[in-house]
């Protein structure tokens, strides 16, 4: 096994020795890498020729890890785990008779739906209602803190179901963000709503609009990394 660091990640691979001229590359979901090498050829020198793919390699793995995610759901059983500003909380389901329609909350560290029912659609409706709260509460908090940077202000703000964003801003100020967003963690909710207040000023990506963003945000592209690669795991 031999491995090399790219940025904050540790690349690991096996490799295989065959009477071949080319080095060849081979990932197997979920991240099992093999390389098939000349003999001969030094483990430096493989080392050296792997790296030069690690851009592609990185690629593969996540395609790999977002079809697992993609077509994994939830069960809303007990000891399953939701998340909450990067956080993990396990579920524990409640059955109750007496009232009328599922609800959810979270309570000292743990998820919880109080329910008559077993039904997996009415069980992901209560934990929806609760991150549509929740992400317009925290939203709306982290708007008024990051206020003072900006000398224009919202028009509305509204939570909503987004399938291909996690936010957007229209000409008239109004910051409309993704349900899910409550379930990132604190840094990386904060760079959603920077960059939607960002856009009551710069209605596009120009210069000017990651200029003003990296002002606000010096660090932002850390936070952007995370929700490119772990975003999808933000879902029910």
């Known amino acids: 096994m031999l491995n090399f660091q790219y940025g904050t990640k540790t690349i690991e691979f096996d490799v295989e020795y065959r009477n071949r001229k080319t080095l060849e590359i081979g990932i197997e979901p979920p991240d099992n890498i093999k390389v098939i090498s000349p003999q001969g050829t030094s483990e430096e020198e493989i080392i050296k020729l792997v790296k030069s793919k690690a851009k ?7 395609e790999f890890r977002d079809v697992e995610y993609r077509t994994r759901q939830k069960e809303y059983i007990n000891g399953e785990n939701f998340i909450y500003l990067g956080r993990n ?5 409640i059955d109750d008779q007496d009232i009328n329609k599922a609800e959810a909350k979270l309570y000292q560290g743990k998820f919880y739906i109080r329910t008559n029912t077993k039904n997996r659609e009415e069980l992901k409706e209560a934990m929806e209602k609760w991150y549509r709260a929740k992400t317009l509460e925290q939203v709306s908090k982290r708007i008024d803190y990051f206020q003072p940077y900006f000398s224009v202000k919202p028009n509305s703000i509204k939570v909503k179901e987004q399938k291909k964003r996690w936010a957007s801003c229209n000409a008239n100020k109004d910051l409309m963000f993704n ?18 207040m960002c856009h009551m000023v710069h209605l596009n990506h120009s210069k000017e609009f990651w200029d003003l963003l990296e002002r606000v945000m010096p660090e932002y592209r850390q936070r952007k990394e995370w929700l490119k690669n772990y975003g999808i795991r933000m879902n029910l």
């Not at 909380?89 to 389901?93: D, F, R």
């Open 56 to 62: 592609w390699i990185i690629q593969k793995l996540y």
């Open 89 to 93: 909380y396990s579920l524990e389901i």
């Open 179 to 196: 349900w899910r967003c409550s379930m990132a963690p604190a840094n990386v909710l904060d760079y959603i709503v920077v960059h939607e």
